[in-house]
């Protein structure tokens, strides 16, 4: 069974940091590209970063380039989020994907991120 488990979210001011991490199991975790998402109430979902399964790549939204950083550790099957310069508009629910070419993804439950004064 695929599990996906993310922690690390909190309440954070505007100008703070956070970093999240996403544990997996019951995947061969080194195969996939792991990607994060979030979601924002009322908004869809909308990609915030990636990095590939060798983890020599990495992509980001326009968004958070410059203050956003992917990075995983495959001994570990855990794929972090660290997040500086937080601003309210990151307030959003933070989702972990898992995703390998004719296998498709998986998702994790997420775990909330407020910034806020």
């Known amino acids: 069974q695929v599990q996906l488990v993310e922690s690390g979210g909190g309440l954070v001011q505007p100008g703070g940091s956070l970093r999240l991490s996403c544990a997996a199991s019951g995947i061969t975790f080194r195969w996939y590209v792991m990607r994060w998402y979030r979601q924002a109430p009322g908004k869809e979902r909308e990609f915030v970063a990636e990095?590939?399964?060798?983890?020599?790549?990495?992509n980001y939204a326009d968004s958070v380039k410059g203050r956003f950083s992917i990075s995983r550790d495959n001994a570990k099957n855990t794929v972090y989020l660290q997040m500086n310069s937080l601003k309210p508009e990151d307030t959003a629910l933070y989702h972990c994907?898992?995703?390998?070419?004719?296998?498709?993804?998986?998702w994790g439950q997420g775990t909330q991120v407020t910034v806020s004064s």
């Open positions: 994907n898992a995703y390998r070419i004719g296998v498709g993804s998986h």
């Open positions: 990095i590939m399964s060798a983890g020599g790549s990495s």
